[in-house]
């Protein structure tokens, strides 16, 4: 089951790091989405500031059917894709998949042409998480 916040949703699993992103990107293949960007975010980080912490990945997650209409619809959408999905280890060591929740972009941005892209990415995002 999905857990919900202000902003995404998401889950924890009982893989590593590298074992969820795998299947992430697989179950999020099969709702239509491909991966457009991965930032190690972890290793950036050491690289750029010496700081140590535990994995952690943003992938940018695209369907091209939605993102299409969006962008028709509101140019400046693109400020908000891709769509991230975060794949981290905590402190404890528990690992997280969440996704960003599409509608409060939506609400946000009050264009109703968006009202149906988010209406269609919302369920697909949840989906491919559930599945991992």
Same mark, same amino acid.
């Given at each position: 089951? =999905?857990?919900?916040? +202000?902003?995404?949703?998401?889950?924890? !699993? @009982?893989?590593?790091?590298?074992?969820?992103?795998? /299947? %992430? #990107? $697989? #179950?999020?293949?099969?709702?239509?989405?491909?991966?457009? +960007? /991965?930032?190690? !975010?972890?290793? +950036?980080?050491? *690289?750029? =500031?010496?700081?140590?912490?535990?994995?952690? !990945?943003?992938?940018?997650?695209? @369907?091209?059917?939605?993102?299409? *209409?969006?962008?028709?619809? $509101?140019?400046?959408?693109?400020?908000?894709?891709?769509? @991230? %999905?975060? !794949?981290?280890?905590?402190?404890?060591? *528990? %690992?997280?998949?969440?996704?960003?929740?599409?509608?409060?972009?939506?609400?946000?941005?009050? @264009?109703?042409?968006?009202?149906? %892209?988010? #209406?269609?990415? /919302?369920? =697909?995002?949840? $989906?491919? =998480? $559930?599945?991992?």
């Amino acid at each position: 089951m =999905l857990q919900s916040h +202000t902003y995404g949703f998401g889950r924890i !699993v @009982n893989m590593s790091v590298e074992e969820a992103e795998a /299947r %992430v #990107t $697989e #179950t999020l293949k099969s709702k239509g989405f491909g991966i457009l +960007t /991965r930032i190690d !975010v972890a290793a +950036t980080l050491k *690289q750029k =500031l010496g700081a140590d912490m535990p994995p952690y !990945v943003i992938l940018g997650a695209c @369907n091209p059917p939605l993102a299409h *209409q969006a962008i028709s619809a $509101e140019p400046e959408i693109g400020l908000f894709l891709p769509c @991230n %999905v975060i !794949v981290y280890q905590d402190a404890q060591g *528990q %690992v997280h998949v969440s996704a960003m929740d599409p509608q409060p972009m939506v609400d946000m941005i009050k @264009n109703p042409q968006l009202d149906s %892209v988010a #209406t269609q990415a /919302r369920p =697909l995002l949840q $989906e491919a =998480l $559930e599945a991992v």
